[in-house]
């Protein structure tokens, strides 16, 4: 039998302080265009990726569910200038 996992659900209000959280570990947050994010975790050395990993499955954990959110996350991300633009300096 399946069993559901319930997860919080993370707030708006809390967009913020998550992205404060992932950037303070050394992950490169941003919005890509206008509907979509990533966590450039994949960015990091194997010896950065070792420590920050284990720090990003807190920070995940903590906030909860947040896919519902993507959006909201992007125009945050994008009005503090963390974002870049598909075709925009070379990238496609």
Do not use: W
Not at 11 to 34: D, L, Q, Y
């Amino acid at each position: 039998m399946a069993q559901s996992i319930n997860r919080r659900l993370m707030k708006v209000s809390e967009i913020p302080a998550f992205v404060e959280e992932v950037t303070r570990i050394g992950c490169n947050i941003c919005a890509v265009g206008h509907d979509n994010y990533v966590v450039g975790d994949a960015d990091l050395s194997p010896a950065e990726y070792e420590r920050a990993g284990p720090e990003l499955d807190k920070i995940e954990d903590a906030y909860g569910e947040r896919d519902f959110l993507k959006l909201e996350i992007v125009r945050y991300l994008r009005s503090i200038g963390r974002y870049v633009d598909v075709g925009a300096d070379g990238s496609e």
